[in-house]
């Protein structure tokens, strides 16, 4: 059987929509920015990622939901490939995608004027109370793509999203 293209591409972009991220399940694959291309050829339908950063270990779980959500729903010849250049950069992260971030508790990567803030320029605001008057605890949260902080002033942790 033959997909038609068009239509099906944007079926699979909204199935996509749905695929959530394993480590941070508020965000989805799209949110994260993390699709590069959804290809069509004859029966079989690819879609081409980025890992968040090399290694990620949480990619192999990502292509694999992919996969099965794509199967659920009727497009079973599926293949994910995975692209490195570029490099994937928080950038492609969606607007809504840094909104559910901080609503789950996850600092948003901090952008200053279209170009991320140098590390030693960054006032991380809590995700609970919105105080910048947070600190640095380690370089490493609970995922290598998250740093730690805690807020000096409500006294919590969290995490932020790094910007690569």
Same mark, same amino acid.
């Given at each position: 059987?033959v997909?038609?293209?068009?239509?099906?591409?944007?079926?699979i972009?909204?199935?996509?929509e749905?695929?959530?991220?394993?480590? %941070?399940?508020?965000l989805? %694959?799209?949110?994260?920015?993390?699709?590069?291309? %959804?290809?069509?050829n004859?029966d079989?339908?690819?879609?081409?990622?980025? &890992?968040?950063?090399?290694?990620?270990?949480a990619?192999?779980m990502?292509?694999m939901?992919?996969?099965?959500?794509?199967?659920?729903?009727?497009y079973?010849?599926?293949?994910i490939?995975?692209?490195?250049? &570029?490099?994937w950069?928080?950038?492609?992260?969606?607007?809504?995608? =840094?909104?559910?971030?901080?609503?789950?508790?996850?600092?948003?990567?901090?952008?200053?004027?279209?170009?991320? =803030?140098?590390r030693?320029?960054?006032?991380?605001?809590? &995700?609970?109370?919105?105080?910048?008057?947070?600190?640095?605890?380690?370089?490493?949260?609970?995922t290598?793509? =998250?740093?730690?902080?805690?807020c000096?002033?409500?006294?919590? &942790?969290?995490?932020?999203?790094?910007?690569?």
């Amino acid at each position: 059987m033959v997909i038609e293209p068009k239509i099906a591409s944007q079926k699979i972009w909204q199935i996509l929509e749905t695929v959530c991220d394993p480590e %941070v399940p508020v965000l989805t %694959v799209t949110d994260l920015g993390i699709i590069r291309d %959804v290809k069509i050829n004859g029966d079989e339908v690819e879609v081409i990622i980025t &890992p968040t950063y090399t290694g990620c270990p949480a990619m192999d779980m990502i292509a694999m939901n992919i996969k099965l959500a794509l199967i659920e729903n009727g497009y079973p010849n599926t293949k994910i490939s995975s692209v490195l250049s &570029p490099a994937w950069t928080t950038d492609w992260m969606s607007e809504e995608g =840094k909104r559910k971030l901080k609503e789950y508790g996850i600092a948003p990567p901090q952008q200053e004027s279209g170009r991320f =803030k140098r590390r030693e320029s960054l006032n991380v605001p809590c &995700p609970q109370c919105n105080s910048t008057n947070t600190r640095l605890i380690s370089e490493f949260g609970s995922t290598a793509c =998250k740093s730690l902080y805690q807020c000096n002033d409500c006294k919590e &942790p969290f995490d932020y999203f790094k910007c690569h």
